[in-house]
């Protein structure tokens, strides 16, 4: 497995993102080849002294502009046909003039830095209406867009998009990095002789041992990525001659997203490895013994190592934005890992038991009850393959994978290790878990109050109130994004403030609302169609939310009046098929307004964000508008561009999200119910976490974390960890309580069978999440702030609540404990304060 492991490759894709069966994306993927995907990258070159006048019409700039553009155009996996700059022939200028109409390309084919030139290209860039979406409104600045296609058409393999946004970054270093170091062959290598320079990169490189390879650089698009050993280069740094301070670059698109995200995950290796050495230090604390404290800690290692072998061996890769799941998985490993040490230790220790037969019964005891806990989280994840996003399957399947490890690692593995383990000195180990019991019993015996009348009315209480706030918060409870920028990075993070140097000097923005216009063959040339799309495109433009509107009829209003002198009277739409029908002959379907046989026109919206209420206001108002103009012939389908994606994601959460809550708390309540045959044992132990369910959701509301597809799977996840606190505790109550015990007594024995487990259970699960608040990754900070928050109220509604609700179902009252707390059942006591063997 760990062979397999290592052959995991990192796998984002853009369509793994987006729901491809709902009816938006269906639209997306019909009219995707005409008009375009959603999936651009964008670059902002933007001048920093404003102040000249020159604005963009001088050589340096210019110059650095067209080779941006040529680096684009030649970026691997870009579709050529839909690079946009002004260096690019399909962008034109129409101008009125003696003879009728004159056109051209913005900046000639024959351009050189001379002054005419220079002025002729501000001319024609007046005259093309591209200020606001190509050239910044104050003309200080210039954009280069372009469309990625997801598999790479030089190799045909699926497009890589690290890869992308290191030579995007590259672009970027060209001119931004005063330094520069390159990679020179030592000897002639494959493709390369002696002295060559293998690969350029702007960013210092990461040390490497020889046996690492380096990518090196294409020289032509259609070439494929080569690989040179690192022991075969020398690596030399020199100063950038093509260094400019003049200038900033900005980039955004979903492949820097990837690219970002990538590049910040390496920390997660780090924060795994922190996770690690904290929880084998609280596993020392618990088990006091480092033989002892290794062994969980290995088996949870190994259904990590498992789950990553298992996941490439299914054909799978690991996406950037399922980081969490080995998180989840070396966690809930060690939770059953220390279950069993627990157990273990109390044979060995009070029962005085040899290893073998300490194993044996401790399987015997804890194999059903933490299998059972393991098969609801495997089922639990398992209802998120409700989702039709790509992304939250794999996410299922990766869990279940892991979680499969762990019954075998933790359940088989496990135990026969621990038949194995001789402990040097054993009269020691068993004073040292006999001062353990001792002080945790005083801990034991304040919780087991909860079983009372006085304690557990005050806990209905309170538990009654949190889920009437967290009702009543529901509701406010967002489908979506609530932050401007991309939520997955921070806000003040590189990406974001590119994102909005180029909202506020670009008119168009960086959201893109495509509604697709069905009209019908030759609906261009029919008026009453074409008045439509502009009322429709008038409609939009007042939508609050709306940047900017870009559609086929202001277009034809601009040519229109080209006809008649540029008279602004003359700015508006014939009235009849003739008029639109010389118009319609000088609209070349390449710019993205009509197909051949003008039976399509998309609406081009571009909005001020991207967050959830902007996008549902501005869907809702084209489905109002184009419910109220049936009768027009024109059909408004919705949608393309990203926010067209980001709309389909919205809605399809928000139709699933009852629907894998509810499932997955009816699975595990199926299973409770299985194991255990009584109402009360499913009362008791869902309820709570019905309550973590609710309050969870309650506090996404409260601090602005929207439900989408990141954070979904974190509240399935969330419940299905926080079952099994819950079903150990109950599994020892509820054999205490068939041996004849009063509630209260029971419920300290259960605490002192598993009390201490389930505790640093929980506390290990919440140290393995609480370094993800350090992360620079936004949406992995969100994720450890929620599942830091269910991890907490699973472990009070264990500990508190849990008794509480059995003290109103079974309305069992009892005696205070003795001081011994020995009660004689004719069995053996499992451990060191008595109670008969569950």
């Known amino acids: ?137 104050d003309q200080n600045g210039a954009m280069i867009v372009g469309e990625l296609l997801e598999h790479d058409p030089a190799t045909g393999e699926k497009l890589d998009y690290r ?34 320079v293998v690969s ?46 003049s200038f900033t670059i900005h980039i955004i698109g979903f492949a820097k997203v990837v690219g970002d995200v990538t590049d910040a995950s390496l920390e997660v290796v780090g924060f795994f490895f922190v996770a690690l050495v904290l929880t084998m230090l609280l596993l020392w604390a618990f088990c006091g013994s480092w033989r002892l404290s290794l062994l969980p800690l290995s088996a949870a290692i190994t259904a990590v190592i498992w789950e990553l072998g298992l996941l490439h061996l299914a054909g799978f890769g690991l996406d950037p934005f399922a980081i969490l799941v080995p998180f989840l998985i070396l966690s809930i490993g060690v939770s059953h890992g220390v279950q069993y040490i627990n157990g273990w230790g109390n044979e060995v220790a009070v029962n005085q038991r040899n290893p073998l037969d300490a194993s044996i019964e401790t399987f015997r005891r804890l194999f059903i009850p933490g299998t059972v806990a393991i098969l609801t989280n495997v089922i639990g994840f398992a209802t998120l393959a409700f989702i039709n996003i790509e992304i939250v399957r794999e996410m299922a399947i990766n869990a279940a994978l892991g979680m499969a490890a762990v019954i075998v690692t933790n359940k088989v593995m496990l135990p026969i290790v621990l038949s194995w383990v001789s402990l040097p000195d054993v009269e020691q180990f068993r004073r040292r878990q006999q001062r353990r019991v001792e002080l945790g019993d005083r801990l034991w015996r304040r919780l087991a109050r909860f079983a009372e009348t006085r304690y557990a009315v005050p806990t209905l209480g309170v538990a009654l109130l949190s889920l009437a706030w967290a009702l009543w918060m529901y509701p406010q409870l967002t489908i979506g994004d609530q932050q401007v920028g991309v939520p997955e990075l921070k806000p003040d993070g590189r990406y974001n403030r590119d994102s909005q140097a180029i909202v506020s000097n670009f008119a168009i923005g960086v959201d893109l609302l495509k509604v697709v216009a069905v009209v019908g063959e030759y609906g261009c040339v029919k008026p009453e169609k074409m008045e439509a799309i502009d009322r429709f495109a008038w409609h939009m433009q007042n939508t609050e939310g709306v940047q900017s509107v870009l559609a086929l009829p202001q277009l034809a209003r601009v040519i229109r009046g080209a006809w008649f002198e540029d008279a602004p009277k003359w700015r508006v739409l014939p009235r009849n098929e003739e008029g639109f029908g010389n118009i319609a002959g000088m609209v070349p379907s390449s710019l993205g307004l009509n197909n051949p046989d003008c039976s399509v026109m998309p609406v081009l919206v571009f909005t001020r964000d991207h967050r959830a209420e902007t996008i549902q206001r501005i869907v809702d108002a084209t489905k109002a508008f184009d419910e109220a103009n049936r009768d027009s012939g024109v059909e408004f389908q919705l949608a393309s561009g990203n926010v067209g994606v980001m709309a389909a994601t919205n809605e399809e959460i928000r139709a699933r999200e009852i629907v894998v809550i509810v499932w997955v708390h009816l699975t595990l309540l199926i299973f409770v119910w299985i194991s255990f045959r009584s109402l009360a044992s499913v009362i008791c132990i869902i309820g709570p976490l019905v309550l973590c ?31 099994d606190d819950g079903i150990y505790l109950w599994s020892v109550l509820a054999a205490m309580l068939a041996g004849g015990l009063p509630l209260r007594q029971a419920f300290l024995e259960a605490l002192r069978h598993t009390g201490k487990a389930v505790i640093f259970t929980s506390l290990s699960l919440i140290i393995a999440v609480v370094t993800w608040l350090f992360s620079d990754l936004q949406f992995q900070h969100d994720m450890g702030l929620l599942l830091l928050f269910m991890f907490t109220t699973n472990l009070f509604g264990a500990i508190l609540l849990l008794p509480a609700l059995a003290w109103a179902v079974l309305r069992q009252r009892g005696p205070e404990p003795s001081a011994g707390g020995t009660i004689e059942t004719g069995q053996p006591p499992a451990q060191g304060r008595g109670g008969p063997t569950p």
């Open 163 to 196: 890869w992308v946004a290191r030579e995007l970054e590259r672009i970027r270093g060209r001119y931004a990095s005063p330094q520069r170091w390159q990679w020179v062959a030592r000897a002639d290598v494959e493709g390369f002789k002696a002295g060559e």
């Open 693 to 723: 369910s609710l309050l969870t959701y309650g506090g996404m509301a409260t601090i602005g974390i929207g439900m989408k597809s990141a954070t979904l799977p974190v509240a399935a996840f969330g419940v299905g960890i926080g079952v």
């Open 200 to 245: 350029t990169r702007y960013s210092a490189p990461l040390w490497a041992p020889g046996f690492f390879h380096v990518m090196a650089d294409r020289e032509r698009a259609d070439e494929a990525l080569r690989l040179v050993k690192r022991s075969e280069l020398e690596l030399r740094q020199d100063a950038n001659p093509d260094y400019d301070p």
């Open 1 to 137: 497995m760990a062979v397999s492991a290592m052959h995991l490759k990192p796998d984002a894709g853009f369509e793994k993102q987006i729901p491809l069966e709902h009816p938006y994306m269906k639209v997306f993927k019909q009219y995707e080849q005409a008009f375009g995907g959603a999936n651009l990258i964008s670059i902002a070159l933007i001048r920093r002294d404003r102040t000249d006048g020159q604005g963009i019409y001088e050589p340096r700039f210019l110059e650095h502009l067209r080779r941006i553009t040529d680096d684009v155009f030649f970026l691997p996996g870009v579709d050529r046909s839909r690079v946009s700059s002004l260096f690019t022939p399909g962008v034109r200028y129409i101008e009125v003039v003696e003879g009728g109409f004159g056109s051209g390309d913005v900046v000639p084919r024959n351009y050189q830095p001379t002054p005419e030139m220079l002025q002729l290209i501000r001319g024609n860039v007046a005259k093309a209406g591209v200020i606001g979406r190509l050239v910044s409104a």
